[in-house]
């Protein structure tokens, strides 16, 4: 604190040490509150900080394992990818599928007539602007030609305003001169692309390919697609069509084999992320709430050491690894092999136990974790409340913690404030103290010098 030097000059007293010790008596017991209640808010504030981060990695590997459905368990395999690939989604079961491909999806595309002076021709040699309307499955996309735009110029205006939409636009050219073509990401028969409006660019243009369907057969059934990439054949399978099929020397075409085949060190791999995330978790957790013993033997509590909230959430996190759920035989990750410690609640998996029950019930694993009641979804609802992230229990304890913090910050400087003026105040008196014993002693001395020259007046006669 801000104050001037008591240096007792008057009075020989150390008015600066009294002064000081004055305003330290004064300022420990509420200073001692502060500083107890700034690092116990510091230190759980940061604690919390740490289980939020883990509840966040832990909820975002959860969502992870659900997407890329982590324990279907399948293993799929296209006999000929320059045919069709595949990607096994939600609902995907074993089987295998006989796919032919006669043809693939086509879009539209289409040519304006040719420009001899090439891609910087002018296609606008009137005065005013003029529009380009291009037209697919029932909807027009409106181009603003400018007066003396450019073939090149059309074509980049093309991509940057309609690109989203699918639309393309090129500029090919040859000894005669380039034309604009015109093509689409939409495929499929009746997404033809058609030129209109006043521009001119759409006089004598031509079609280069009519849009068509992909034609194929699923185990001699015959079908058709709008686009080459199918989600609805096969419940849960997504079919990539790359290729035509090949032909014997028969004429007939050659099929490629789709299999989905379930396998057991795949979703082994999924049980062992599943026990891996968790760990994490509770590591975590046990980090911040265990109690450590110094060299000495006294025990030291963790900053959330006995904390209600913490103890709600590992509780629900437990009480759903309890669960029973699947629709086999085997409805807990118990029988599979993953076992509790009693030191710390850390999962292991115990690869005998995995085994047996894989050789037998491996099926039984996919319906434990997935699934609306599955396991992923049981652990995201039962941490949901916790870990929102601007309403959860630990985002609204964290704001409480950091409004204390900046309260305690007030209370300081509320607290440096009174004990400046208190200081001031005492060393005001002090000081108006040592002025009057200063005084006082120069009305002795004089008093005493003015005795002492009577005393030696009386002594001479």
Sequence with gaps: MAGSTVSGIGSNIDTQAIVTSLVNAQKAPKQAQINTQTLKATTTLSSIGKIQAALDAFRGALDNMSTTNTFSGLTV?????????????????????ALKVESLAQPSKISTQVYPEGASSVVNKTG????????????????????????????????????????????????????????????????????????????GYTVIDKPSNAKYMLDGISMTSKSNEISDAVSGLSITLT????????????????????????????????????????????????????TDGTPTAGALTGDATLRGLVSSIRNEMSQLSGNGTFKSLAQFGVTTSQDGGLLSLDDKKWSAAAATNIADLSSIFTGKDGLLA?????????????????????????????????????????????????????????????????????????????????SDS
């Design 378 to 458: 049981r652990m995201q609802n039962a941490t949901e409340s916790y870990a929102k992230a601007s309403t959860g229990t630990f985002a609204e304890r964290t704001k409480t913690l950091t409004d204390n913090l900046n309260k305690l910050k007030t209370e300081q400087t509320t607290l440096d404030e009174r004990m400046t003026a208190l200081q001031k105040t005492l060393q005001d008196k002090y000081n108006a103290m040592d002025t009057l014993v200063a005084q006082l002693r120069a009305q002795s001395d004089s008093v005493m010098t003015t005795l002492n020259a009577l005393n030696k007046s009386n």
């Design 243 to 294: 290729g035509v099929s090949s032909k014997n020397d028969d004429g007939a075409m050659s099929p490629t084999t789709l299999s989905l085949t379930t396998n057991a060190s795949t979703l082994k791999s999924g049980v062992q992320g599943f026990v891996d995330t968790y760990n994490a978790l509770m590591t975590a957790i046990n980090a911040e709430t265990k109690v450590t013993t110094g």
């Design 77 to 97: 395999k296209s006999s000929d990818e320059k045919v069709a690939t595949i990607k096994a989604g939600t609902g995907a079961a074993n089987g295998t599928f």
């Design 128 to 203: 005013t602007a003029t529009t380009l309307s291009i037209n697919q499955s029932g909807k027009t996309f409106d181009l603003n030609v400018p007066a003396g735009a450019t073939l090149q110029q059309v074509r980049d205006s093309i991509n940057s305003q309609f690109g989203t939409s699918g639309l393309s636009a090129n500029v090919l050219t040859d000894a005669n001169g380039s034309r604009l073509v015109l093509t689409s990401t939409k495929m499929g028969e009746g997404s033809d692309i058609t030129l209109g409006g006043n521009s001119g660019i759409d006089t």
